[in-house]
């Protein structure tokens, strides 16, 4: 008994129960902190169908200024539970240095207040974390949506250009920014940097048409005018250009200036009498497709 009075430090036994009391609040305590660590990391927040009710409704053009709020609210978030958790790794200094005086229960009523603090940073966060990647959900849905069809024409476009040497365009992503990519018929992707400069001026042309295309379905026809387009072209890429651009010329006017005399051969070679005219401007050429 001697010994244990002196372990504990105290002056007499009578004073060991109010010791041991200490000592296992000290450990509840200590099990509570731990608790809260693992809140941090795993907490629930609603269901994602609750979640994507109340995104469902929102105007998509409102998406940018919710996207800054959010943004926003995670980094005030960030820096409270930062604050939160400095507080906290305080506290554990103080159990550290509890000695069986009244100090113990001061640590506990600032680990209770921890604890509530704690849990309603770890619920807002993570309510803010899902409605983030809710937002980014319906944006990404939205641009899939309107933005599908003409990717699909594009790719379809690119294709002939290229005859043959890219199927399709399709997109990906580099951490959060979409990128653009050509599509090999051996499934192969090449980004746009990858790809030769008279294929990314067959890239540019291919995705204005389909842009073009798109617009004339709810406008509108106005004249497309075009300036020694084919330049970095061949022949035979050049035909193809010729062909895609005589289809386009079912839908509105396309002036073609050139240069280059042997492109009015060409055209003569693939396309349709009638399809198109030819109109000489001093010593310069026009192609006009009807």
């Known amino acids: 008994m ?14 060991l129960p109010s010791v041991e ?6 450990q509840l305590l200590a099990a509570r902190i731990a608790e809260i660590d693992d809140q941090l990391v795993r907490s629930a927040a609603r269901p994602i169908a609750e979640v994507l009710a109340e995104v469902g409704g929102h105007d998509i053009s409102d998406t940018d200024a919710q996207m800054t709020e959010v943004e926003a609210a995670i980094k005030e978030h960030e820096a409270g539970g930062e604050t939160v958790y400095a507080q906290l790794l305080e506290a554990n200094r103080t159990f550290d240095a509890i000695d069986g005086s009244d100090a113990a229960a001061c640590a506990q009523q600032e680990a209770e207040e921890l604890i509530a603090r704690i849990a309603r940073h770890a619920h807002s966060y993570a309510r803010t974390r899902l409605a983030q990647a809710i937002v980014s959900r319906v944006v990404h849905s939205y641009r899939e949506k309107h933005q599908g069809p003409v990717l699909r024409r594009a790719g379809e476009i690119f294709a002939k250009i290229t005859l043959g040497s890219f199927c399709s365009l399709v997109t990906d992503y580099n951490d959060d920014t979409q990128v653009l990519q050509g599509l090999r018929p051996d499934g192969i992707r090449v980004g746009v940097t990858g790809m030769s400069q008279g294929a990314r001026d067959q890239l540019f042309l291919a995705l204005r048409i389909a842009a073009i295309e798109e617009h004339l379905k709810q406008r509108e026809a106005i004249p497309l005018v ?13 035909s193809a250009t010729l062909s895609v651009l005589a289809d386009l010329a079912q839908q509105t006017q396309v002036l073609f200036f050139t240069h280059h005399g042997h492109l009015c051969d060409i055209a003569s070679s693939v396309l349709q009498v009638g399809m198109w005219r030819r109109h000489d ?3 310069a050429n026009v192609g006009n497709l009807r």
């Open 226 to 238: 075009i300036d020694d387009l084919l330049v970095q072209f061949d022949d035979a890429r050049a």
């Open 21 to 26: 009391a200490d000592s296992a609040r000290k």
């Open 2 to 15: 001697v010994e244990l009075v002196r372990r504990a430090g105290v002056q007499s036994s009578d004073e």
């Open 281 to 283: 401007l001093g010593t």
